[in-house]
């Protein structure tokens, strides 16, 4: 596994079905997790997979009941588990109302917990390189899509250029790498031009607009909702949802390296959305439920998907919770 994944807690729509849980996409970056939307029984899903982790971060792409609900048992559990770590949830405006209003739910917590609501065009800076941006979608009602922006990295050193040009092996090499001039040595002259850094972009409930296409430019991982097929495009721009083709359409005009499906209405078991998309974007792909997309540094290879049931499962679920008091 490489040091930035995606895994799929739920990839159903609006409704669960036997094999699809309500939406929870899980971003694992390093030792961060970062969790985009929580539909209603997500935390039973981490359980039954990854394990109920403790989650740094959990963005809300709007406020439709099918994709926060999970998020008051989840905050409880974390209590009963013994959390200290602080907790924020983001979200489009009306986050903190939405959230404050579950108070007498949620109860008080032996952690840190903050809600923020965010504008479109934030863009939250994080520690370890990276940013998540929030950017306005086309659904009912104010939502958001969201980007993970790593930072450009350095360019690539070239050694043998730098041995050359008479730099010894040894510390001077460093200093080079770090931008420093050494013996009438331009770092420039043996450092590559910076490279770009990771992008993935998840489109949350949307029809197919501008906004998306704009963020997913040249992503390594577009994660779009796809709720219908093609057939279905009435409803599709009715509800404000896409159609397999559209997001494929999207994906391909955007130059994205991967495609994921997910927002699968229970009309549809996948294949067809798959085979629908790909005679237009043939890098696509429609996740179940507990895979896992890889999304390593472009140089390392493409973006590839890990079916749940070809991967050793060990959850790592952590303590078990106290019993609650009658």
Known sequence: MTDLSVF???????????????????????????LFDCGEGTQRQLLRSVGLADLDFVFLTHHHVDHWLGLLGMVKSFALRDRERPLTVYGPPGTQ??????????????????????????????????????????????????????????????????????????????????????????????????????????????????????????????????TFMSDEHERAAETRHSTATQAASLAAEAGVRLLALTHVSTRYAGGELLDEARATFGRTEVPRDFDTIDVPLAEKGEPLLHRWDHVARAPAAGPAPAEAAP
Do not use: K, W
């Open 8 to 34: 799929f807690a739920g990839t159903a729509g609006s409704v669960p079905t036997a094999r699809r849980g309500l939406p929870a996409t899980l971003v694992r970056r390093g030792s961060e997790r970062l």
């Open 97 to 226: 109302r939405l959230i404050g209003a579950m108070g007498i739910v949620i109860g008080r917590l032996p952690y840190p917990f903050d809600v923020v609501d965010l504008a479109a065009g934030d863009a939250l800076d994080f520690d370890g390189g990276y940013c998540v941006e929030a950017f306005n979608v086309r659904h009912r009602g104010t939502a958001f899509g969201y980007a993970l922006v790593e930072s450009p990295r350095p360019g690539r050193f070239d050694a043998a250029r730098a041995a050359a040009l008479g730099v010894p092996f040894g510390p001077d090499l460093g200093r080079l790498q770090r931008g420093e001039h050494v013996d009438g040595v331009d770092p420039a002259e043996v450092v590559g031009p910076p490279r770009p850094g990771r992008r993935i972009v998840l489109s949350g409930d949307t029809t197919p607009c501008d906004a998306v296409r704009v963020a997913a430019d040249g992503a390594d991982l577009l994660v779009h909702e796809a």
